[in-house]
């Protein structure tokens, strides 16, 4: 295992961890991961490495940037994701986001359940979706609704990165 996912492995420890306890992921950790990214792939295959993280963070952005939008995802959520792209490039997080989605949504809905809530989340995800779609934006089930029943994602997207490390060796 070279030092690209040694990286990867041990921010995603430190923010699963992190997030787990405080439902947040810190800037002093995700930003300079992302930065590190680029730096790696810069010094390592030169202009086409820099296009390659590039492609990875815009295909992160591009995915997880509208559930952020939507109040369905935090900043730090993104940028950890962002940073994963900016190591592994456009295929690979693609990959990985979508094993983080499948994963996040089978952890959400577990959650839920064990809660007695699944009902009312699955109601909530709707009137959220179509709230912003009208235009009305009313606040349903967000990240900053403290009534709102949320999980931190970090898990979730940490097992799609190590979905996306065992799929690369395959």
Not at 88 to 93: A, D, R, S
Not at 137 to 143: D, H, M, P, W
Request: proline share 4%; hydrophobic share 55%.
């Amino acid at each position: 295992m070279n030092v690209t996912w040694w990286s990867i492995f041990a921010v995603l420890a430190v923010a699963t961890v992190w997030d787990i306890a405080s439902r947040r992921i810190p800037n002093w950790l995700v930003v300079p991961f992302l930065a590190a990214g680029l730096v790696m792939s810069g010094w390592h295959q030169g202009v086409k490495g820099l296009e390659v993280s590039l492609g990875g963070i815009a295909v992160a952005a591009a995915i997880v940037g509208p559930v952020c939008w939507l109040g369905g995802m935090g900043m730090g959520d993104l940028k950890l994701c962002a940073g994963i792209g900016a190591w592994i490039g456009p295929g690979q997080v693609f990959f990985a986001l979508v094993m983080t989605a499948l994963a996040g949504g089978l952890i959400g809905v577990c959650y839920a359940a064990s809660r007695g809530a699944l009902g009312r989340s699955l109601d909530n995800t709707g009137d959220l979706l179509a709230s912003r779609f009208r235009g009305t934006a009313r606040q349903v089930s967000s990240l900053n609704n403290p009534a709102g029943l949320s999980i931190p994602y970090a898990p979730a997207i940490a097992i799609g990165a190590v979905l996306a490390f065992f799929a690369s060796r395959g």
